[in-house]
């Protein structure tokens, strides 16, 4: 029986030359081509919690805390006034405890976002890379992008979800974040164009 040895083959940078261990060179700040998902993390990854507001993080746990809070909350009332049986007690329950779960996000999410507004320092990141995240839209995956940011103990990445399947920026591309403690958000640059 013949032994198959597995093929790795070594990446180098088109500019330079240099073995490709991430997605930029660290010699010419070239992108190498590397897949961000076999890169090396040359350094320590930040946690990082989003703060954007988009139809998934506030208008559709927001379906869901009128659509389940409203009736468990009827039903509870009407259970309370004595109106009803106690079935509907049991019954609203249930309703309500998702109404609350989702009213929780939701607030969450604007809680989030409004802290970094307000109280928010604006840096610069460097686009290293994409990598598929597990959520699935439309059975794509969902995009994580991987910046380089630098902190007061030197350079962090942080892993950003960006909830849907595009990659709207280039490797090694500069783009302008938002950050307070550990909430990042990823501020859209307006394009002025002078005439």
């Known amino acids: 029986m013949k032994k198959i040895a597995p093929t790795t083959q070594q990446l180098y940078c088109p500019s330079c030359g240099a073995p490709a261990v991430s997605e930029i060179c660290p010699y010419c700040g070239t992108a190498t081509g590397l897949n961000t998902a076999e890169a090396d993390m040359e350094y320590p990854v ?3 919690k989003e703060a954007t507001l988009s139809f998934w993080t506030v208008w559709f746990p927001m379906i869901f805390a009128v659509a389940f809070g409203v009736p468990g909350i009827i039903m509870l009332l009407i259970a309370i006034v004595g109106f009803g049986e106690g079935i509907l007690l049991l019954v609203g329950g249930p309703f309500l405890l998702v109404g609350i779960v989702a009213t929780v996000l939701v607030i969450r999410t604007l809680s989030r976002y409004m802290k970094v507004k307000t109280k928010g320092k604006n840096i610069q990141a460097t686009v290293y890379g994409y990598m598929d995240d597990e959520l699935l839209i439309n059975n794509m995956p969902a995009q994580i992008v991987k910046l380089l940011v630098q902190t007061p103990n030197g350079p962090r990445f942080i892993l950003y979800q960006l909830g849907n399947t595009k ?29």
């Open 167 to 195: 990659k709207p920026y280039g490797i090694n591309d500069n783009i302008d974040i938002m950050v307070y403690k550990n909430y990042f958000m990823i501020c859209k640059n307006k394009e002025t164009v002078e005439w």
């Open 46 to 48: 930040l946690d990082c």
